[in-house]
């Protein structure tokens, strides 16, 4: 009876484990956009609920970071100019604003989506390596128990960059994150999948 309790934490774990991931779902890029310059500077900048300072300063700084990885000129939107700056400026001023920090490209990163799913678990477990009295007489009694819900979180995330000079969207990719253990862990896990994706997009240079 230990051991299969052992074995059951074990599946749980594998389950679980399993279930809390990040990836992308999919991405285009513009037939006209050229791989991106290693002396060029990309400004990352997310869009999430005001609330969610935090989880936006992680999506961006772990953004910033795995594109510096790879050799870029990265920089944080909120770090450069804080929480409110853009808040109450009109297209022409951002634009000028960004114009005249050099920035070349810039990276949105949006919330689309977050939301919470609900689950039922019954009380029994359909695995079993035993004999079948051993087995029926261990679940039996189980059968009628009654079962729970577990409650799992959802993000849907989109990413654009865009070329400062032109104005041209060069690439967009699609995402889900789900039921990550923390938002850390999810901004990580995002932006070495993003980061990934523009590389099997050749939109950045080898190293």
């Not at 005249?100 to 689950?119: A, C, F, P």
């Not at 993000?155 to 690439?171: P, V």
């Not at 850390?184 to 939109?203: F, I, N, P, S, W």
Request: glycine share 4%.
């Amino acid at each position: 009876m230990k051991k299969l309790g052992l074995i059951m934490a074990g599946f749980a774990m594998i389950v679980m484990a399993a279930c809390s991931s990040t990836k992308v779902t999919s991405s285009w890029r513009s037939n006209d956009a050229q791989q991106l310059q290693k002396d060029n500077k990309i400004m990352v900048m997310a869009l999430v609920p005001q609330r969610d300072r935090t989880l936006r300063s992680q999506m961006e700084n772990y953004t910033v970071s795995e594109l510096r990885r790879k050799g870029y000129n990265a920089v944080s939107a909120l770090q450069t100019y804080g929480p409110n700056d853009m808040a109450k400026m009109n297209e022409k001023q951002v634009l000028k604003q960004l114009q005249g920090s050099d920035v070349n490209q810039i990276m949105t990163i949006v919330m689309l989506d977050k939301g919470r799913e609900r689950n039922f678990v019954p009380s029994y477990s359909p695995y079993g390596y035993y004999g079948f009295w051993p087995y029926y007489s261990m679940w039996s009694s189980r059968m009628y128990a009654p079962g729970y819900y577990t409650y799992n979180t959802k993000y849907q995330w989109e990413a654009n960059l865009y070329d400062m000079k032109s104005g041209q969207m060069l690439y967009s990719v699609q995402s889900q994150s789900f039921d990550p253990p923390t938002t850390e862990r999810m901004a990580v896990l995002y932006a070495q999948q993003v980061v990934k994706d523009m590389a099997k997009q050749q939109l950045l240079a080898k190293q």
